[in-house]
């Protein structure tokens, strides 16, 4: 079977990374107890370095995982409830609305938040704690919009998750997620560095060398190696890295449990059952997305930036998955959900 994978996977993928498209892809498939991985491109195409297995990523959005499985876990132990109102942990909310939102809304895109910093035109600013807060509380939604009544997806209210996180265990957010989740999983090659005043990770040489230059969609260099990219100008708001050895790991622990604690086992099947549905097709989960497809049930969660793209995707009861990193912007991580994740079900 490895040898049909690896025909589907090369004749999906291939076409969308060539040597004349920006940047480079990494790409690994779970699928019958076994890791398959595939390279293409350059991390960095000035210096000719090639793309792979360890070559370190920007994930964008799919740092959201980490944050709903760091709730879900804290939900398991009893530290925490879904129902709980944010404001119980940053009590310096006080707003009509804001107040009335509980870490469920945040952690399934519930809550109705969608701030300026959440959509184009992005605003040409940073936005320091105290402003964010003051946003927060002077927040009035749409008309009809209501806590936990709509989806509405918002990169905000996970910035918010993460400071309730940190207010909560008294840790910033990249400690918990490493010392609860990544270690725990054996995810050596995962974090969210620090970022510099040029916007920049601080990152050992020797690990800046694995950390790949972005690329646009047309392209064009945007920031250096390791730039992290926010609209939050405080601690832990940056990007998260990894690579698509440390993915195999993780899909290998959402597929088969392969997980040593059975609290965080069981956490990381709860961020994955669907909490919203949106319409007919597709539901939210806690931070991943449920979409059903012809006699195929996928479990999975994109991610981008204008440099970056990333795409994770589990098809839970064929025990298999597959994970896109990308160097470059718009990459079409689509192909996976509705064209390779279904060919490989029907294997």
């Not at 291939?14 to 076994?34: I, N, Q, R």
């Not at 510099?196 to 190696?225: F, H, K, N, T």
């Not at 497809?293 to 839970?316: E, H, Q, R, W």
């Amino acid at each position: 079977m490895s040898a049909q994978i690896r025909d589907i996977v090369t004749h999906e993928l291939a076409p969308t990374a060539t040597a004349a498209d920006p940047g480079g892809l990494a790409a690994v498939v779970y699928a019958g107890g076994h890791l398959d991985f595939f390279n293409y491109g350059f991390a960095d195409a000035a210096a000719k370095r090639p793309v792979t297995p360890d070559t370190l990523f920007n994930l964008a959005s799919l740092r959201k995982i980490f944050e709903a499985t760091l709730v879900a876990l804290g939900t398991e132990r009893g530290e925490l409830r879904l129902d709980d109102p944010v404001s119980k942990y940053l009590p310096e909310l006080h707003g009509d609305y804001i107040s009335r939102v509980t870490l469920r809304e945040l952690v399934t895109h519930t809550s109705g938040l969608l701030l300026p910093t959440d959509h184009p035109p992005w605003p040409n600013a940073t936005f320091s704690r105290d402003q964010f807060i003051a946003m927060l509380n002077a927040w009035t939604p749409q008309a009809g919009e209501e806590p936990g009544k709509q989806r509405i997806y918002t990169h905000a209210g996970y910035v918010l998750l993460q400071l309730a996180l940190e207010r909560r265990y008294g840790e910033p957010i990249g400690t918990l997620i490493e010392s609860r989740i990544l270690k725990p999983l054996g995810m050596t090659s995962t974090f969210i560095p620090e970022r510099g005043e040029d916007g920049r990770a601080l990152l050992r040489p020797e690990i800046m060398q694995r950390v790949v230059q972005g690329y646009s969609d047309q392209g064009m260099p945007i920031g250096p190696s390791g730039n992290q990219q926010s609209y939050y100008d405080f601690p832990g708001t940056g990007q998260m890295y990894s690579s698509a050895r440390d993915f195999g790991t993780l899909l290998r622990a959402c597929l088969d449990g392969a997980v040593i604690d059975p609290e965080l086992r069981a956490a990381l099947e709860m961020t994955e059952r669907e909490s919203f549905r949106i319409d007919a097709k597709f539901g939210q989960a806690m931070a991943w997305e449920n979409v059903r497809l012809d006699g195929v049930a996928v479990v999975d969660k994109p991610g981008g930036l204008n440099s970056a793209s990333a795409y994770i995707g589990l098809v839970p009861a064929r025990k298999l998955g597959i994970a896109l990193l990308a160097n470059r912007g718009e990459y079409p991580h689509e192909i996976a959900r509705y064209t390779i994740l279904p060919a490989l079900a029907k294997l």
